[in-house]
T-cell receptor
């Protein structure tokens, strides 16, 4: 399975944008890039996903490199409620195991006031 | 309304006991899952269950058995509990069949402590 690499932790100031990087140099042509986050003492929650084009939703934006070997989750204005562990996950829809999320270590985002 | 619920939230029990964790989803989803998060915070898939098809993660001991009385419920039964089973267990659900890329909705977790 293609793997992802993320920094262990990042810090951000409140109300400022945050760029969370993810490297996936062995990504296959059919792998989708998914992001989930886990707030303290809660279950993970879906954030966003994409294949090739950049994606936006109410929570975040996803910027995908042209060669798809890396991507960046963008939180436009970090709030204290965004403090969480963010996971970058590759999912292959043509693989029966693609429905199971394979979590790595993720990036712990700390937001300072 | 809670989309994915689990009971109990906390479970403390002794080694060798048998226990069950219940999960219910009111989203009308076809697929449900169990994940385990250990003390180092790594989340790992245990099972995926869709329309009576069970996909077992080969690293899960056979002391763990998921049981699905209906599409909205997937319970996790654990026999002969061991210290290493202490973890937080998350239930999740998604619409669609295995292999599709629908987002997964997670429950709040059940913290199991084996003494």
């Amino acid at each position: 399975d293609a793997k992802t690499t993320q920094p262990n932790s990042m810090e951000s100031n409140e109300e400022e944008p945050v760029h969370l990087p993810c490297n996936h140099s062995t990504i296959s042509g059919t792998d989708y890039i998914h992001w989930y986050r886990q707030l303290p003492s809660q279950g993970p929650e879906y954030v966003i996903h994409g294949l090739t084009s950049n994606v936006n939703n109410r929570m975040a934006s996803l910027a995908i490199a042209e060669d798809r070997k890396s991507s960046t989750l963008i939180l436009h204005r970090a709030t204290l409620r965004d403090a969480a562990v963010y996971y970058c996950i590759l999912r292959d829809p043509y693989n029966n195991a693609g429905n199971m999320l394979t979590f790595g270590g993720g990036t712990r985002l700390m937001v300072k006031t | 309304d809670t989309a994915v619920s689990q009971t109990p939230k906390y479970l403390v029990t002794q080694m060798g006991n048998d226990k069950s964790i219940k999960c219910e989803q009111n989203l009308g989803h076809d697929t449900m899952y169990w994940y385990k998060q250990d003390s180092k915070k790594f989340l790992k898939i245990m099972f995926s269950y869709n329309n009576k098809e069970l996909i077992i993660n080969e690293t899960v001991p056979n002391r763990f058995s998921p049981k699905s009385p209906d599409k909205a419920h997937l319970n996790l039964h654990i026999n002969s509990l061991e210290l290493g089973d202490s973890a937080v267990y998350f239930c999740a659900s998604s619409q669609g069949l295995a292999g599709m890329l629908y987002e997964q909705y997670f429950g709040p977790g059940t913290r199991l402590t084996v003494t």
